[in-house]
């Protein structure tokens, strides 16, 4: 056993080795995540459980875009009596200590403890604050893709040799001017994307932009800007919730969360009030209402104010339009309760051929067989045999049913017959139509523990037989129980 493992072993770590020797082939973003593929082809040799855990282990290490996928797995498990993923998810943060906001939440739904609870207070504060209306008072909306093309050539060319500026700071010390990653890789790269190029610009002509544009690059002139990213939006309010719903479950549990911790309760969800409601910022209004870009305003429910010191758009302050009055659904026909019309027992011996079990079967009735007893078919080096047939699959074209996974030598088969009468001196009956594995009381078709299905097609009969080549040189015989509702 061991020497089977270890050759098993060493022909999986071989083939990891030619994998990250030709790593190159790989079309991904760099040379780090190309040798990815070398590991994780060498975790195969690992049980599913261990590669887990395995992953999870030396994944602060590496990743790359990849990186962003455990916070998701982990979060699947919340609430499982078995700890594999929540215990992996909450070893990986503590070692990576992910900047992200939403892997900090996950890991303290999950029960990550104390610093990963004041962690996500502090995080939650600092993302509400990139939401601070001082910081968007004297912004204006505009779609004039002029700025992305004045602004792409200078920071699409900027020197790589000379530090890149990752912040300026006003007289408090604390202003960004590169709120997000994503915004310095782009430019950084100078890479821009049609998707990229259709995102609303908010465009602010505070000085300090002005004075960080135009001081970094001298071949801009125009007024600073803020680029419109709903990642922010949407990292804030899924944290949030997450936030809420620890909070809250601590607190039913009869263990809340100390004060000083800082995350944040629930609203009560019985007061109107509790929540802000929806509105569209009034400035957005204003330059939609100008020309100045295209919103659907008519979704707005209100009336729409403008002008200076006008309120943000409420999107569901007025009423509701009345509704229509329900009508009653159209009557339904009474559902149809198959009733049994057929309980009959037939015998298959081994000496028959096709067996007129003088059943007919019409469309949509529900036809269920079990059968019993042994059979020997006459063939040397066989034995007796159920209704599931002797051992193996035989594809033989010298037996009736000679395809597909079921083609067991000497088991009981079924045929939708179409009864053909051949005339003649002596007339010919024989029963057209295709075989189909019936067995002892398993169905291929449904799983079933028996036999059962839904006829579908024009009326016929149904047939047995067995799965023989040469009936007549054994023994034995099946009892079929068939049974038929309609």
Not at 174 to 200: P, V
Not at 213 to 231: D, M
Not at 301 to 320: I, T, Y
Not at 345 to 354: A, I, L, N, Q, R
Request: proline fraction near 8%; aromatic fraction near 12%; charge should be negative.
């Amino acid at each position: 056993m061991l020497g089977a493992l270890g050759a098993i072993a060493g022909f999986v770590i071989g083939r990891a080795a030619a994998i990250y020797v030709s790593r190159g082939c790989f079309d991904v973003w760099d040379n780090s995540a190309r040798g990815e593929f070398f590991f994780a082809y060498l975790l195969k040799i690992l049980s599913p459980k261990i590669r887990f855990q395995t992953w999870f282990r030396f994944a602060h290490w590496f990743g790359g875009p990849a990186a962003e996928f455990p916070p998701k797995i982990g979060l699947t498990g919340l609430d499982d009596s078995d700890t594999t993923v929540r215990d992996s998810y909450i070893g990986w943060f503590q070692r990576k200590r992910p900047w992200g906001c939403f892997a900090n939440a996950v890991a303290v739904v999950l029960g990550a403890g104390v610093n990963a609870e004041k962690a996500l207070a502090d995080r939650l504060q600092r993302n509400y604050n990139e939401f601070d209306t001082k910081r968007q008072r004297d912004l204006f909306v505009t779609d004039e893709k002029d700025y992305w093309e004045e602004l792409k050539e200078p920071w699409g060319y900027f020197p790589t040799g000379i530090p890149w500026p990752k912040s300026i700071e006003d007289a408090e010390g604390n202003f960004r001017i590169w709120y997000h990653n994503n915004e310095q890789r782009l430019y950084f790269r100078g890479r821009m994307t049609e998707q990229e190029r259709d995102e609303l610009l908010l465009v602010s002509t505070n000085s300090l932009y002005q004075k960080a544009v135009n001081g970094l690059f001298a071949q801009s002139q125009k007024e600073g800007y803020v680029v419109e990213w709903h990642g922010a939006a949407l990292s804030y309010m899924t944290c949030l919730a997450l936030a809420w719903m620890h909070t809250k479950r601590r607190k039913d549990a009869g263990s809340p969360i100390p004060p000083e911790i800082g995350l944040p309760d629930p609203p009560d969800l019985s007061s109107p009030l509790s929540l802000p409601p929806a509105a569209v910022p009034q400035m957005v209004i204003d330059a939609a209402q100008n020309g100045i870009i295209t919103l659907p305003l008519d979704a707005i429910q209100r009336d729409l104010a403008s002008g200076p010191g006008a309120p943000d758009a409420d999107l569901f302050k007025d009423p509701a339009p009345p509704s229509k009055p329900k009508e009653d659904p159209p009557p339904q026909p009474k559902e149809h309760v198959p009733q049994l019309i057929i309980d009959k027992t037939v015998t298959v011996k081994e000496s028959d051929g096709d067996v007129d079990t003088g059943i007919d079967i019409q469309e949509f009735d529900i036809v269920e067989i079990e059968a019993t007893g042994e059979i020997w078919a006459g063939v040397w080096f066989t034995g007796k045999n159920d209704a599931d047939g002797w051992n193996g699959i035989d594809h033989d074209k010298k037996f009736p049913l000679h395809t597909g996974s079921f083609a067991r030598p000497f088991c009981l088969l079924g045929k939708w017959g179409e009864k053909i009468i051949v005339p003649g001196l002596i007339s010919v009956t024989y029963w057209k139509g295709d075989y189909f594995f019936v067995g002892k009381k398993e169905s291929p078709l449904l799983g079933k523990k028996s036999f059962k299905t839904v006829y579908i097609g024009p009326s016929r009969g149904l047939i047995l037989r067995t799965n023989d080549d040469t009936p007549g040189n054994g023994s034995g015989e099946f009892s079929c129980h068939i049974q038929v509702w309609r």
